[in-house]
Structures are given as structure tokens and as C-alpha cells.
């Protein structure tokens, strides 16, 4: 046999290993690697995502090939665990899950329980001496099975509520009605007995077949279903959020059932090795009586906490009994384990477990999800214990989750004093503030009218996954902090409070309870989703990271390895002291037209409006020189707030006619001002006005035909700096030129640069103002003439926006209309805009940077825009050899990061290299060598 | 002394030769090459361009360098001549001529008679025994020479009619009032003496300074003038226009002078060795009797013919006498230099000559001017008798030339029948229509607002050249073959009739008479500039070059050199029928979208607004089935035009906003033909609005988008060309995919294609219909991509107008606002949408061709869009590789010639290369070799 299919497992031993993730799925080579570790894993084997792959080239001819090798591994099961599949004395029953590499919780199919049937009912009955479990276990097959495997993995979508799974909750609801119960639990075994008579007629009368009664056929029913799973929407939705290859596949996992539903020395839990939403290093966990493990992440029940150190300190949760006094024997054996998995895949894992009758019984361990804060305490912590290196810790965290450190929190005072509706689990990190609504579609609507929603449920499930990302927040009022809501939301780093048992959730009707209060579609809520609780109306949001001890420390680590220096665009004071406070030393961009927008900005803007109207060059210097004193102060105000660091200034680059004013009032004003008529007015606004401006005249362009504009500038940023020198203060400010293409356009400004620096530093009585020249790098032809660029510039800063649009032709203001096709059919693995286009647009950079250092070896080079702060486009500019990147003040912190993993992902490949002499270094990594100056 | 600053000749020697144009310029050096000929030259010398250059590096300090130099050649000049400079006695006097590398008819400055002071004035009245020729000499040198040298030089802007030129005229006329006279000749030495009188004290009075009495002082004063004409307005105005660049400076000839005005038995004549409108192969000039050389060039009066040959045969000619007759041994000795200077220099000949008291002077020879038709019957003829080499006459023809061939004339048929106001002389070839101006600037004027004029003169000067390039046509009372205005207009091949003396041209009043009749401003007129006719009223134009046998000649031998294939942009039958005329095989690119333009589409085009307005996929299938038998029958007619050339089909490019209907009744009609109101169909249309259309939502991204649109495209393509070769025509279509710039929209667009050519195939009982797929490369993206483009694309097109755009970012419509400011102050040597940006978008040009056929050595690769009928650009085409260009059928010889002398160029390069073996062959040729397929 050329391929194998299946790897078995249990007894201490295993086919598998922990590293065989992309074969065996995470979870089958954990369970693997656990079995190995001689942990108590219910035995049971693997089968490959090739075999999944295999299924989507071969169809059903998938189960011959595999059947053999199945039986075989089939047998080795039913030895370990003493029992035999489909016997009808001593039947093996089994649970069949899937298991990608990487966890997509919930996003794909499970069936438990397989080989109950009329003939092992009995036998099963007679050996638990529990025939309630039984007939529920049987009940519980029916009801899954029908719905996973004979109805979804079919393909049949039926209308709402005409769905097998909801006609048999349907009969279920009946019988208890009639009965008068409450609980599913109040059933007894012969009403359990006529339910499954019913269950099977409705599967007969809605699906058209039967209730498969062979084991073997349960078996197979089920691995199909797993792997046709993989293709359903939900999955294919998720994996499209996280970015998972369609081609990956599944494996699906084979394994003893185990019951921790049989009676109250039965139990099951969910765990982590450390808190996931704090990153507290204390056991964390759930578990339930006489349950299965669905029962704790459905969130039907609340669960019960696992130890008394990390017990929830509300009402609710105040009188729940914790297993570490339960059951102390058990729960020690589970700490021991928990010990041994962290040592061993160093890392915290996420574990569930089974105590059936006393006996624990490992069913998973993985890597477990956190929250952003969780992950950067994880990763300080556990460098700082030496239980990883340094690198690895910095490796350890996404710009995802370091994002959820930088996102806002609510306001601690405004929140001490504000009206709160109740309290939850902290099951999503950081602040949130929105209106209520209820079901995901209408988030998602409302999201797209640019609302600011907060999705609240009774409790969620895979089918809200689009709204719960379009939502800002998310609140259920049920589940624990293993619930569905309570994972998904962690992964995304979203703020979110689960299991707030407080309120009432009526979807139907629009609104929710609460102590008596009633919050309607719309209400303004607000969350808390570190400290878990709900707040009525529009709380103000902060930044949240400056507090935060263990952001300080990884910055530090980062600080330590990254050689990449990181900047911050910022055009105003404030912001560059935001900036300065997150980590940055300098300003890669300020754009000076950004002092004419926004509150306080209406005398400068008038003015500005009056030299774009004006009509001669006298008139334009008249309101030039007006507006030379709010430029000189602003410009002033930022290079003091950056204490001495560079501050890239960028002339005025956008098409004037932005500044067109629009109201009528406004255009009066204007026209008086400028002593015209308002039909001279709108004449000379129209003259603006451009069918592409964004490639009209603009940047450099305008600094060619209006060198009064450039002159003021620059005037202003060498007075500026000479006023600031004068005071004792040190400043370097670095002159930008936009939008050039030809080295004689930085020819003609740097003349003008020239002169202005020498009347200012007459004006002074200097002899030189320190500053720099240089151009931005955003139009393909400047690239490509880099080496002529660079003979003028004393530095490039790649403007990579406005170079992505130009090298695809993409206007980023128009597309919009192709570019969700585009991602969709994967035509663009992303939008380019987002990350950097290495493949293309990276061509053009590269040439930039080797050409310019062609001419002047000594170029200084940076990266201004988006992309500055965007993690796989940091790591390519440390690649090519860049100085630095500059990106928004929220993003230094992830540039840092992303700064310093290229710097790990360097030496890995070095290392690399070096182990396998013969593959040579790759061009990019050698182009960068030693250029780079600190 | 380590630099030479003056040469002399004379007396059948010179110390230059003809080949140093650069150092002597075209005239200096001409006149060393007749001396060394042993042609009757008068002696002088040239002082070189180095000098002028030096000047406006020294300013005056040149002199004391040049003093004892230029005294020496002085000498040599008295020696020849037999005469004294400045000697009372017998006294020689100086011309001082500018001569630039270039020809720059009338642009700088000419100082004559330069000697003639009180001291000379008798000496030489005694020698001559004419008083009166002296006297009037004297006359003309103070006048030329204050105006010149004493006022021009100097910098002195007189306001108009304040001039020391004007101001002196003024006294002639008054003194000739005063008298009675009508002529300058009626004058007797008297008036002379005593208007010599009066112009002194004009210059004083007006100048503030003594006219310079010391000959030395008037040679230095007329050598500086020359010089400071370099940088003249209408100098530099000129340089503009014809691309001569401003660090070459003007040579300066120092000449004895020879006099045609010493009466019956002296003439002065301007003659071409052939006819410089028609190209004839015979003797054609103008003369004089008893005049200076200036007479004859400022259209003062009628010229007589040369010879009985070449006698216009109109009234006014006919009684005029003619050299040949008149002086018949002097003309005989004209000939024969007339046929030794054609053979010696291989080119026609623009010569000066003055005959004095009966001697035969060569003043001047150089290349002459020449119309297109003209150089393009030349460079046949001189090919044919092998004069010179095909290759060599394939260089002789410009663009502009080969244009003026293309360029429209009067129809025929039309002409015969309508007014014709008066003859003139055919000055400048082709027809023009347009409305009557009568002065320069309202010429320039009327032209920015779009209009077309015709400039109407007395006569031209120097001043007018702005508005002669600004009309159509050109038109003058007076004047002859080689006036300023015929000189002007032959060099830009622009329709002229001069000397239309029926005409009186009342500028002041805005009209001009012609036998009784007014013609006002802003009247149309008609010319036919080859035949020297004026009409009244506005006339059609038809294409030129058709009727023309040395067009069809000169393009065989063009199309026998070349390697490039050419191919035509033709949207239309009629178009593609014109093309092939023109000599294209193949069309590079039809156009879907202009199928809706213009008259006759009204139907398609409300059918394209109804699809572009669908708001459903159906909706829009709906309207592309209406629309397809339209587009399938436009494909089909235009692709049996082309007789099987193949035909490059680009679907639908442009944004849909660009067919959105603007008049109320359109959109009223397309509200109801789609059922809905007028509040839809406007949001609608909104939704289609984009910031940059450019960039936007169009090309292939409409095609990914709405595959249908793309599908019936090529369906329609593929059974046109099933319906030809089932009509037993044959056919070549190419598919071409516009705005690509990632190979998977190549591939989504391509399984398109197989999947319909299946299905259409399979409709017409064909295996097979030959078509190929391919894609224009116009993005930077693709161009980076090549590599990968071409393993799905079997051809590339570059389309470098937008390739221009995004490589720039330059919106060509957007320009306007900077390029004339760029190209002015020489930021960018052109518009780069003309001539392709070759160190910049040629790059990626390049770098597609490269990479393209590293993966697919065959693909087929061209270009379209407007360099592609540009000639610089078509030899770069050439250069680096490609298959073939297509351009509008009106530029396709153009690109035919254009391929041509690429190949003798590279020939040129490659014997160069062979010459000096260790200058390498260029990257560019060495890339290109071997790879272009015909």
C-alpha cells in the first residue's frame, strides 16, 4: 500500500506524532502525541487530510481504498478499550470529529455515539445498568446524525424550520409539553423509548430513508460527513476571515466514546493551562456533572468553575462547586497533566476532558486561543521563566492580538459613574460601544449603513459568524467562557461578554430585559469585555494599551532584536505625542494639507481657499503670507512634540480643487473676501476641477507651477526649526516632495530649498539650519529612475499607497466595484491596498531602493502609508533594506513587532541556509546586507 | 593661442570645410566649402560658435581675445580683395550674418554696408563714380544698425511705433511727402544727404548716443548684435518650435560685400537647384535687377522669374524678365555651379547670389527647405538616377514631410466649381480652410478657442511666426517663393500663397478687397497652397497622399528596408478600408466601444445604456442578446475589410459612466424602455460615478465582474469568423483583454473564451476557428507580470497611452494644468503622451518583451496606441524587439518610413560598432536580435 490513510492511536502508544499537524489535523496529532506522553486518551486512530483531499478528487471509490485499513485500526480499538464495535454484549461506541490544522471551533461537523443501534441498546443497557444514558445516548445519535450526516452532508437545504433537527427538537418540545417537564433530564426511559419510535419516523418521512442501523454504515456516514464538512458554507466562510487554504483539508478523528454522562461520578470540562482572556498563569477551566462536552460549550448550562483560585466572585457563580473540591483525586491527576502539557508543547493548551464513572480521560489538547492581552502576558511570562526564548515569545503574538492591547477600552472614570445593566464572563477583550441588535443579519446590515451595532443573543452559534464580526461587541446571556461566542470572539480579539444570565433575550420582539429594564433594537449599549459587564447608553472609549505592564515589557523584548527604526505619520501635535508615547522616534509623514481639516482648522482653511482662488501669482501671495503663520506654528508645535527626532514635512499634495468649498455660505464669504462675483467664483472653482485628480495636478506639480506655494512652505518649516534651535530645542525637519517623477522637478524645488535656507539662516544669523531634502517614492517612473532621484534626494520615502494604485491602475477610491469579486474569486489573494503587493508593486520598491543606493550608497530609506504598519509588509521592507517604516500612531507597537520578527525570520532562514549549504541565500536578504544604518 | 576663434576664406581657399557646421555653422561652413571649390566667393571670414558660446560665458571681455585674431583675417580679406577697411581711398566695406548649425530664416540679425563713415563715404562715391548708391548704402547703415546693434542689442523694448526703426522710417516717408516721390529710388543724393542728416540726429535724440563713425566700432557692434540675436525672443520662440537646443549659439560671417544695386548691369537673385514645392528636378530662383539681396527676400517687390522653364505662368509673371534671357552668360555660369554644388554636396541647394557691374558672386548655399511632396518626389528621384542610396533617401523625409503628404487638400471636384478670388504663388503645399484673420495674435487667439483661421498679410515678418503656426493657412499680398512667409511655411509643410497681389489686405480694418469683393474677419476662405488658389467660403478637404506616384515609389522603397510589421487602430470598415490603403496589413486595434459612437450607432448605444443600466444579471443578458447581432455584424464587416490580416479585437474598455445618456429625453426613453422611474434610473447612473474613471471600473474588471458582457463579446468575435470562413473569406481574429494586470484575470477571461469557441465551433459543424487570445500590457503591473502573463496570453499589445499615464501618473486629461509649465521649463524634454517616455515607460516596455518571452520565446508582440505612428518611437519599437506597431491609418507610412530608418540606423550603429570594436553594441539591439518573427 503506497499511501497510508490511517494512524492509530491509544494505550500509550500512537501512530502519530505531535508534529504531523498537516497530515493528521491538530487535533489527531495532539491526540497522538498525548498517547504518547502515556496520558489517559481514550484509544482511537486518525484518519489523513490526504485521504480528505483524496475524497475530493475520488468521490465515494475514497471508501474501498480506505476500508481495509480502517477495520484494521478498528480492531486495535476495540482491543484497548475491551470492547467490540456492534456488539450487541460489549458494544464500542465511537465519536467521529474533524480536525484541521488549525482549530475552526465549531465551523465543521461532529457525530458522537456511533454504533448504537436496536441490537447494541440492550447489551449496553445491561452492562451500565443505566438504560436512561442509553436511550438518551440512542436519542442524541438519531438527532445528530440525521441533521449532520443525512441531511447537511447531502446538500439539502430545507426552508426554515422544515430542517430534520428542528422537527425532532419539535417532537422533543411536545412530549415534554404533554408531560409537563422542564428539563430534557425529566424525560423518562420509555418516554425516551417512544421518542426514538417518533425520531425514526420523522427521519423517514422527511429525509425519505431510513435510520441506518449498521454500525459500519453509522461509521462511514459519519467520516464522510467530516470531510464534506470542510466545503460547507460556514467553513468556507471562516476560513475565507482567517485566511485558510481551501486546500488543506481535514482529517477526521475516530475515537472511543467516553460518558461523562453517566451519573455523578461522571463529568466532563473544558480547560486551559492558563486564564485565555488575562493570561494569568492559573488552571482555568469549566466542567459539568453527568454531562457530555457539548453540554459546556453549547452554554446551555452554566457552568461550574474548576478551582477555587479562578472562581468568578459574582452571585451567580458564588455557589457553584468547583472540581478541585468535587473531586480532588481527579482534579490533582488533571493538574499534573496540565504541568506536563505546558512543559512539554510550551505553550498553553486548551484541554477537554471526560471523568467517566471516576475514571479522567484526556479527549484533546491543543493550542489554546487567547485574547490579545492573554497572549502578550503569555509570551512576557513565559520568556521571563525561560520556558521559551525571547524570539520565540515575540513570534508568539499576532499583530491581531497586539491590536486588541491598542484598542480602546471604556473610559475607567466615565464607567465608574455609569448606569450598569449587569454583569458576565469576560469572554472578548477591551471596550465596546453600540446600538443593540439581535440577529446577525441585521448587524451586518446595520454595520453597512456605518453603524456602530453591538449583537446581542441568547447565545450564538456558527450561523452568526458573519454578524459577530460586524458587530463591534458582542453580548449572550448565556455560556461560559468556552462557549462558542466566548471562542470566536477571542480569536478575533473582539470585545465580548458571555453567560450575562441577567438578561432575557426576546429576538422576536426586538429587545431585551434586564432588572426591569427593557433596551430595544437600536438602545445604545456599552461593554466591558476585560472586566465582563454591560452599561446602558454611549460610554466614551480610550486608548488601552499605556496601562498595561506586560505591553511595555514584549515592546521591550521587540525594542531589543528589531534593526528597522519605526515611525509614526502624525500631522498634528497631539498626535505626535500619541506617537512619541507608543514607541515612536520621528515623524516618516506629516502632511502639511492635514492642518486645514477639522475643527479650529476654519481661518486656515479660508485662507488656503483664498490662494486656490486666487487668479494671478501676486493675488495667491497675498493669502500666502496669511497663511504663513498658522503653517510656521503647527509645523512648530509637531517637531517640538517629537523632542529632537526627524519630522518628514511633506509639501501640500492634493489636487486643490478638494478645498472647493461646498456650502453657499461658505462660497459668499469666499467671494467677498476675494472681491469677485460668485460666477467668478464658480468659475475659478470649476478651472479645479480634474476627471482623475488623483493624477491630475497635484503634489510637485503644483510646487512647479505655483513655486509661491512650495516657497511658504518651506519658509515655514526652516523658520520653524530656526525658532526651535534658537529656544535651545533640537530639531531635525526633513523637507518631503510629493508625486515627483523626474529628477528635475526635485532639481527645481531643491534650488528653491536652497535659497529660502539661505535668507532664513541670514534671518537668524546662522550659518545652517540642519535639515534634510528628499522625495517620496510613490509614482512608478520615480522608482525606475531611482538611481537620477537619488543624486538629489538625501532620502526616499516610499509612498506605497499611491504607488500600489498607480501599478495596478486601481483608483482606491473606486474599487469598490470589482475588487470584493476580485478577493472573492481569487483573482487577488487580498486587497493589495491592505498588504503589500510583494510579487508586483515589491518589484517596483525593490528597484527603488537598489537603484537609489546605486548613486548614493548612503540613502536613507523609509516607508510612509498604510502599509508601514501592516505585519507581512514591515517584514519585506526590513528584507529589502529599508531604514525604517512610518505608519498611524496605533500601529508603531505592531511595526515594532513586525520589526522585530523579521529580524527572527531572518536568522531561522539563515540558519536554514546554513544547515543546507547547497540552497543559497535568497537575492532580497543579500541586497538588504549591510546597507541598513542604524 | 590654444583656441581658434576665426577662419577665413576666399580666393578659392578657406582654413574651414563644409563638414564643420557645428564649429562655423551651416553658412560659415557652406561658404569655406564653395571657396575651397574654387566658386567665386567674397572674401570674409567666420568667427565660430565656440566664440558665442564664450560670449555668454565673458560678456565683453571676448574681445580683447578675439581682437588680434580677427585683425589678422582682416587683412587677409583687404589682400583678396584689393580694398581697405576704413581707407578713404578705397574703402572695403563688411556684412556681418549670423549662421547657426541650423537654418533660422530671418530669426537673427544681419548688420550690411558695415565701413561706410564720412571718411569712406567720398572715397568710394570717387571709385564707384555713384553717388546716389553710396549715399543710399550710408542710408540703410545707420538705419539697420541703430536698429540692430544700437537698440535691439541693447535690450531697449520701445513701446510700438516709438523704435528708432520706426521713427526713422517715419522721416523717409515725410521727406518723400514732402517731395512728392512715390519710390525709395525716387530719392536723389540730395534727400540722401540731407535724411542722413536727420537719422543722426534721430539716433541721438532717441538712442542717447552718436551713431559710431569708426568702422572697427561698427564691425564690433554688428559681431556682438549677432551674438545677443542668439537669445533673441523670436530666437528663442523659433528654437522652441523646431527643437534646436540653446547651447549651440550662432556662428557669425564677416563677408566683403559685393553690391547688386550699383546699377542696370548688378542683380541680385535666391535660387533652389530644384523646385522646393514640387520637388521638379529644375533650376528655380528669383532676381533683381539693381537691388540688394534683402530686396528680393522682403517681398517688396515682385521678383522676376530665373529661367523661361520654370515662369509661373500667371498675368503678373508673364511680363517679367527672365535671368536666363536677360543676363544669359552669367546665368550660364550659374548653372554650371548650380550643377557642381548638387553633385558635390548630394542635396538640393538654397543659393544666394549677386551679380555686381556684371561679376557672378556666390554669396551663400545650404540644404534648402523644402515642402513634403517636394522631399519626398527628391529623395525618389535622386534614388532613381543613384544619386544617393536608398537608405540615404529614406533619411531625407521627416515626419512633418511625410505628413503634409496625408494632409488634406481642396477636393477636386469642389474646387473647380467654386469662387476663386485671385492666384498667388504655391508656397506651402496642401488646402486649408478657415475663417480670415489679419493679425498674428488674433490668429493665436482664435486658435485656443478651436477655431480654424487663415492668417491674412501684406506680407510676414519674423514677429508673426506664433500666429503662422497657429493657422491653418497662410496667405500674403506680397512677396515671393522665398519670403519669409513661403520659407516659414515650406519648413513646417504648412499650406501657404504668397504674392497674391490682387488682394488688398487692410489690417487696421479687418478685411481684405480682392476684385471688388470684401472679405471681413471671420469669414471662411479656402487655399490650395499647391496650385497658388484662393476661394471664397469654406471648402471640403480630402486626403492627400493617394494621388501621388513618388508616395507610392517612396514607400516601396521604405517598405523593402524595414522589419516591423504595421498595423492600423481601425474601429470601423470604412476605417480598416482607409488603412489598407495607407499600407497597413492587419489591424492592432479595434475597438468594441467606438462602435457606439457617432452617427448611425444610435440603437446599439441605446442598447449598451439599457445593459449598463440592468440591475440584474437577466436584465443585462437580456439587453446583450438585442446588442449582439449589432456587434457581430460591425466585427464582421471590418474584419472582411482587412482581407485576412489578422484583426485585434479589445473588448470593451472603458468605464460604463462614459455611456450615460446626458439630454432629459435619452434618459426618459431609457427610464421607461427599462421600466422604472427616473429616480432609479438617476441612482442608477450614480452608482457608476467614479473619483478617477481611469482607474477604475473598467477593462477587464468589468469582464470579471459581469462575465456576461465579456462572453457575448467573444461570441460574437468567433461567429463573425466562422460566418467569413464559411463564406470561404479568410480571417484572423485576436482576442484581446484590455487593463489586465494579474495572469488569473487572463486566466478567467481565457477558459471563457474555450468554452465559447467550443460551443460556436460546434454551431458551425467547425473543429476549430483560428483566433488567438492575448492582452494588452498598459498597467505596470502586467508589464512587471510578463513573465506570467505570457504563459496565458499568445500575444501582447502595449497600450502606452495609459501605460504613459500610470507610469507618470499623468491623466492626460488632466494635464493641461502643468505639462506647458513642465515642457517650458524643461522638467520633461516633451509631452511624453507624443513621443515615448524612453528612459522611463520604455523600461517597462521592455521589461514586458523581456519577460514575456523568457517564458514564451514565440509570443507575438506589438504596439498600439499613438507612438505607434511616432517615428522616435517606432525605432525604439525597433530596437527592443517587437513584432509590430499599429497606429491611426493617417500615421501608418509614417510608421512604415519610421521602420525603416530604424533598420538603417541599426545598420548605421552595427558598422559603427564594427569600425571601433571595443564600443560594445547596445544592450537594447542585442536584446531585440533574433527574437522578431515576421
Known amino acids: ?172 418540545d411536545k412530549l415534554k409539553q404533554e408531560r409537563g417537564y422542564k428539563l430534557d433530564t425529566d424525560l423518562t426511559v420509555d418516554d425516551l423509548k417512544r421518542l426514538v419510535v417518533e425520531y425514526k419516523g420523522i427521519v423517514r418521512r422527511v429525509l425519505g430513508k431510513e435510520f441506518p442501523d449498521d454500525p459500519m454504515e453509522q461509521l462511514w456516514g459519519g467520516v464522510l460527513a467530516v470531510f464534506r464538512s470542510w466545503n460547507g458554507k460556514r467553513a468556507i466562510s471562516y476560513r475565507r476571515i482567517e485566511g485558510i487554504p481551501d486546500e488543506w483539508g481535514t482529517a477526521v478523528n475516530v475515537q472511543s466514546m467516553v460518558f461523562g454522562n453517566m451519573g455523578n461520578s461522571s463529568a466532563t470540562g473544558v480547560a486551559f493551562t492558563r486564564n485565555p482572556a488575562t493570561g494569568e498563569n492559573k488552571f482555568f477551566g469549566e466542567w459539568l456533572i453527568n454531562a457530555q462536552g457539548e453540554d459546556v460549550v453549547a452554554g446551555i448550562r452554566t457552568p461550574n468553575p474548576l478551582n477555587e483560585d479562578t472562581r468568578p466572585m459574582d452571585e451567580e457563580h458564588k455557589g457553584l462547586p468547583s472540581l478541585e473540591k468535587g473531586m480532588s483525586k481527579t482534579y490533582k491527576e488533571l493538574v499534573a497533566i496540565r504541568n506536563r502539557l505546558e512543559k512539554h508543547f510550551r505553550d498553553m493548551q486548551d484541554i477537554e476532558f471526560t471523568i467517566e464513572e471516576g ?59 455609569a448606569i450598569r445593566l449587569c454583569g458576565g464572563l469576560p469572554a472578548g477583550p477591551g471596550g465596546a460601544t453600540g446600538q443593540a441588535v439581535f440577529t446577525a443579519d441585521q448587524a451586518v446590515e446595520w454595520a453597512k449603513e456605518g453603524k456602530s451595532v453591538i449583537l446581542v443573543r441568547e447565545e450564538t452559534n456558527p450561523e452568526d459568524v458573519e454578524g459577530m464580526r460586524a458587530a463591534l461587541g458582542i453580548l449572550t446571556a448565556r455560556g461560559g467562557m468556552t462557549s462558542h461566542a466566548a471562542l470566536v470572539a477571542r480569536g478575533w480579539g473582539k470585545c465580548c461578554v458571555v453567560g450575562a444570565g441577567a438578561i432575557e433575550v426576546n429576538a422576536h420582539a426586538r429587545h431585551f430585559t434586564v432588572n426591569g429594564k427593557k433596551i430595544k433594537e437600536g438602545d445604545w449599549i456599552s461593554l466591558n469585555g476585560t472586566r465582563g459587564a454591560v452599561y446602558e447608553g454611549r460610554l466614551p472609549l480610550v486608548a488601552g494599551a499605556e496601562e498595561n505592564p506586560y505591553f511595555t515589557k514584549f515592546m521591550v523584548i521587540c525594542d531589543k532584536i528589531r534593526k528597522l527604526d519605526v515611525r509614526a505619520n502624525a500631522d498634528t501635535p497631539e498626535d505626535a505625542e500619541k506617537a512619541y508615547k507608543f514607541g515612536a522616534r520621528g515623524i516618516g509623514l506629516f502632511r502639511t494639507e492635514h492642518m486645514f ?6 481661518e486656515p482653511l479660508f485662507i488656503l481657499r483664498k490662494m486656490i482662488h486666487s487668479s494671478s501669482s501676486e493675488e495667491r501671495k497675498v493669502a500666502l503670507n496669511e497663511l504663513f503663520p498658522y503653517v510656521k506654528r503647527d509645523m512648530k508645535a509637531t517637531m517640538q512634540a517629537m523632542r529632537g527626532y526627524p519630522v518628514t514635512i511633506r509639501l501640500l499634495d492634493p489636487p486643490l480643487h478638494e478645498f472647493v468649498p461646498q456650502s453657499e455660505d461658505e462660497r459668499r464669504r469666499l467671494a467677498n473676501s476675494l472681491n469677485i462675483g460668485m460666477d467668478e467664483l464658480k468659475k475659478r472653482a470649476d478651472e479645479l476641477h480634474e476627471v482623475n485628480p488623483m493624477m491630475g495636478h497635484r503634489g510637485v506639480r503644483l510646487g512647479i507651477t505655483y513655486p509661491e506655494v512650495s516657497e511658504m512652505q518651506i519658509r515655514a518649516i526652516l523658520e520653524a526649526a530656526a525658532e526651535l534651535l534658537a529656544e535651545g530645542k533640537k530639531t531635525l525637519p526633513e523637507i518631503m516632495i510629493p508625486v515627483t517623477c523626474d529628477v528635475r522637478e526635485l532639481r527645481h524645488q531643491k534650488a528653491m530649498v536652497d535659497r529660502v535656507h539661505a535668507e532664513v539662516a541670514g534671518k537668524f544669523g546662522k550659518k545652517n539650519i540642519p535639515h534634510m531634502f528628499g522625495t517620496m517614492i510613490e509614482i512608478p517612473r520615480a522608482a525606475l529612475k531611482a538611481d537620477e532621484m537619488a543624486e538629489v534626494a538625501e532620502f526616499f520615502s516610499f509612498g506605497t499607497n499611491d504607488l500600489t494604485q498607480m501599478t495596478f491602475g486601481f483608483s482606491r477610491d473606486d474599487i469598490g466595484g470589482f475588487m470584493p469579486e476580485y478577493v472573492e474569486s481569487k483573482i487577488l489573494p487580498g486587497d493589495p491596498f491592505e498588504t503589500l503587493d510583494q510579487s508586483g508593486v515589491g518589484q517596483l520598491v525593490e528597484c527603488g531602493i537598489q537603484r537609489g543606493r546605486s548613486t548614493s550608497p548612503k540613502l536613507k530609506i523609509g516607508i510612509c502609508g498604510e502599509h508601514g504598519g501592516d505585519e507581512p509588509s514591515v517584514i519585506f521592507c526590513h528584507n529589502i533594506g529599508m531604514n525604517y517604516v512610518s505608519c498611524s500612531p496605533f500601529r508603531v507597537p505592531i511595526a515594532r513587532m513586525a520589526a522585530a520578527k523579521a529580524v527572527v525570520l531572518e536568522n531561522k532562514a539563515k540558519k536554514g541556509a546554513a544547515a543546507k549549504p547547497k540552497a543559497g541565500k535568497k537575492a532580497k536578504t543579500a541586497a538588504a546586507k549591510g546597507k541598513r544604518k542604524k
Not at 14 to 25: S, T, V
Request: proline letters at 4%.
Open 1 to 172: 500500500m503506497a499511501v497510508k490513510y490511517v494512524y492509530s492511536f491509544g494505550d500509550g502508544k500512537a501512530e502519530g506524532r505531535g508534529d504531523q499537524k498537516e497530515l493528521l489535523g491538530g487535533k489527531g496529532a495532539n491526540l497522538a502525541e498525548m498517547a504518547r506522553l502515556g496520558m489517559p486518551v481514550p484509544a482511537g486512530f486518525t484518519i489523513t487530510t490526504e485521504a480528505c483531499t483524496e475524497y475530493y478528487r475520488k468521490g465515494r471509490k475514497l471508501i474501498s481504498l480506505l476500508d481495509k485499513e480502517m477495520r484494521k485500526a478498528l480492531a486495535r480499538v476495540e482491543k484497548s478499550m475491551g470492547k467490540k464495535f456492534g456488539d450487541p454484549r460489549n458494544p464500542l461506541l465511537l465519536s467521529c470529529r474533524s480536525g484541521a490544522r488549525s482549530s475552526m471551533p465549531g465551523m465543521m461537523e461532529t457525530v458522537l455515539n456511533i454504533g448504537l443501534n436496536e441490537a447494541t441498546l440492550d447489551g449496553l443497557v445491561a452492562k451500565t445498568g443505566n438504560a436512561w444514558f442509553v436511550w438518551d445516548s440512542y436519542r442524541r445519535l438519531i438527532q445528530m446524525y440525521s441533521d449532520v450526516v443525512m441531511e447537511k452532508a447531502e446538500g439539502i437545504e430545507p426552508a426554515e424550520d422544515q430542517g430534520v433537527r428542528k422537527q425532532l427538537e419539535r417532537a422533543m
Open 359 to 417: 475514571k479522567l480521560w484526556m479527549l484533546q489538547t491543543r493550542t489554546g486561543k487567547r485574547t490579545g492581552p492573554a497572549a502578550v502576558r503569555m509570551a512576557v511570562e513565559m520568556a521571563q521563566s525561560k520556558l521559551i526564548k525571547p524570539e520565540e515569545a515575540i513570534m508568539r503574538v499576532t499583530p491581531a492580538q497586539l491590536n486588541e492591547l491598542l484598542l480602546p477600552v471604556l473610559d475607567r472614570d466615565v464607567e465608574d459613574k
Open 597 to 602: 481639516y477639522g475643527k479650529g482648522a476654519e
